[in-house]
């Protein structure tokens, strides 16, 4: 009978500790990101494309950083329809995503155009909780902000 109390008094803590380990958690929410979809452009018109970062609220006077190249690519399904990406001159390995927090100007010296993007918004979440613990493993919680509404060119979209 003492064996089996030592040996539930050695149990009884460690059920304990695996039980108050489950404690929540904040984690960070993503920002939302813009997904340049153009429609009516060829790859020529993309080819020497750049995007350029800035300060928000700078009137464009800012740049926190620019695109080292563009990649367009055309959407097999829809023909007048691509999809492009922008990777960092400061790591050219690195996304230059368009997020909210600055100003963005997309420029296609080709066409002689210049799009600027301001006023970006999103929902306001910034942090999820979310259990942890050892009983049952994490719950993974994917946490991202969703944009409603940006400026381009003087023109709002929502969304």
Same mark, same amino acid.
């Given at each position: 009978?003492?064996?089996? @109390?030592?040996?539930? !008094? @050695?149990? @009884?803590?460690?059920?304990?500790?695996? *039980?108050?380990?489950?404690?929540?958690?904040?984690?960070?929410?993503?920002?939302?990101?813009?997904? +340049?979809?153009?429609?009516?452009?060829?790859?020529?018109?993309?080819?020497?494309? $750049?995007?350029?970062?800035?300060?928000?609220?700078?009137? *464009?006077?800012?740049?926190?950083?620019?695109?080292? $190249? +563009?990649?367009?690519?055309?959407?097999?399904?829809?023909?007048?329809?691509?999809? *492009?990406?922008?990777?960092?001159?400061?790591?050219?390995?690195?996304?230059? *995503?368009?997020?909210? !927090?600055?100003?963005?100007?997309?420029?296609?010296?080709? @066409?002689?155009?210049?799009?600027?993007?301001?006023?970006?918004?999103?929902? !306001?979440?910034?942090?999820?909780?979310? $259990?942890?613990?050892?009983?049952?493993?994490? $719950?993974?919680?994917?946490?991202?902000?969703?944009?409603?509404? +940006?400026? +381009?060119?003087?023109?709002?979209?929502?969304?």
């Amino acid at each position: 009978m003492q064996n089996l @109390l030592s040996r539930s !008094g @050695l149990l @009884l803590p460690l059920c304990a500790a695996l *039980f108050t380990s489950c404690r929540p958690e904040n984690i960070t929410c993503t920002n939302g990101t813009i997904q +340049v979809r153009p429609v009516g452009f060829s790859e020529n018109d993309f080819s020497a494309a $750049k995007v350029v970062r800035y300060s928000q609220g700078s009137s *464009f006077s800012t740049p926190v950083d620019s695109t080292a $190249k +563009v990649y367009y690519a055309p959407d097999p399904y829809s023909p007048d329809t691509a999809s *492009f990406s922008a990777y960092s001159s400061s790591d050219s390995s690195h996304p230059l *995503f368009i997020i909210p !927090g600055y100003d963005y100007q997309i420029i296609l010296p080709s @066409l002689g155009r210049t799009f600027s993007v301001t006023n970006i918004t999103q929902t !306001g979440k910034t942090h999820e909780s979310y $259990k942890r613990g050892l009983i049952g493993g994490d $719950k993974l919680i994917i946490c991202y902000n969703s944009v409603t509404q +940006v400026n +381009v060119d003087g023109n709002v979209f929502t969304g």
